[in-house]
């Protein structure tokens, strides 16, 4: 399996602009994870899914963040607009069976807002 | 509500062993441990259920307390490669997993 990938790797934009990041879990797992790592807050988790239904997006920061799951295999972080505190690796992770499993991480987007 | 990890930061030289705590205030349900190296993704290493199970891979092995809200990682005859911060994950039964600050592990020939 190639693990859970995300894109793009590096991602560098200006204030204000519309930033979009992209997953695709493992097949066959049901959860999918969105977090973000920062220095002063490490890793928080922002919103999860399960069978492709928002479960707990409270960790959502602000209305400027969106996620969707469209299907099984695809899903996206999205940042309108976008604001330099918004910089962080995002990380996304898929569980075969739920919370209480193993995660497994994607390699993360460095997003650089300037 | 996010988990503490002590110690933050741990300088061993190879061969020699450490243990990392974990401590929450919240009834748990589960505890997981990452490794990640700097510039990488997290990487599972275990996790442990309610019941105080010990669990171990090789040289780490880890426990949990209930009764304590606790968990500790065991690294044995540390190894060059188990350099990198370790995080555990708390969560109860139907909680999300919340990391905790994480403990920088560096070891040295």
């Known amino acids: 399996d190639a693990g859970v990938i995300q894109s793009p790797r590096h991602e560098v934009t200006e204030m204000g602009q519309e930033v979009t990041l992209r997953c695709k879990p493992i097949?066959?797992?049901?959860?999918l994870f969105w977090y973000r790592q920062t220095m002063m807050r490490g890793l928080e988790l922002l919103i999860y899914?399960?069978?492709?239904?928002?479960?707990?997006d409270s960790g959502m920061p602000e209305d400027r963040f969106s996620a969707k799951m469209p299907n099984a295999s695809f899903s996206t972080l999205k940042i309108q607009p976008s604001e330099p505190r918004d910089s962080a690796v995002y990380f996304c992770?898929?569980?075969?069976?739920?919370?209480?499993?193993?995660?497994?991480f994607g390699s993360g987007t460095r997003l650089t807002v300037v | 509500q996010q988990p503490v990890q002590s110690p933050q930061a741990v300088i061993l030289r190879e061969g020699e062993d450490a243990v990392i705590n974990c401590s929450s205030s919240k009834a748990l349900y589960s505890v997981h441990w990452y490794r990640q190296k700097h510039g990488e993704a997290p990487i599972f290493l275990m996790i442990?259920?309610?019941?105080?199970e010990q669990k171990g891979h090789d040289k780490i092995s880890a426990s949990f307390n209930e009764k304590k809200q606790q968990s500790s990682l065991y690294l044995t005859a540390s190894q060059l490669s188990y350099s990198g911060t370790y995080f555990c994950?708390?969560?109860?039964?139907?909680?999300?997993?919340?990391f905790g600050t994480g403990t920088r592990l560096q070891v040295f020939p």
């Open positions: 442990l259920l309610k019941g105080g």
């Open positions: 994950g708390t969560a109860s039964f139907t909680d999300k997993l919340i």
């Open positions: 992770a898929s569980s075969p069976r739920g919370l209480h499993y193993g995660y497994t």
């Open positions: 899914f399960n069978n492709n239904v928002p479960i707990d």
């Open positions: 097949s066959g797992h049901d959860y």
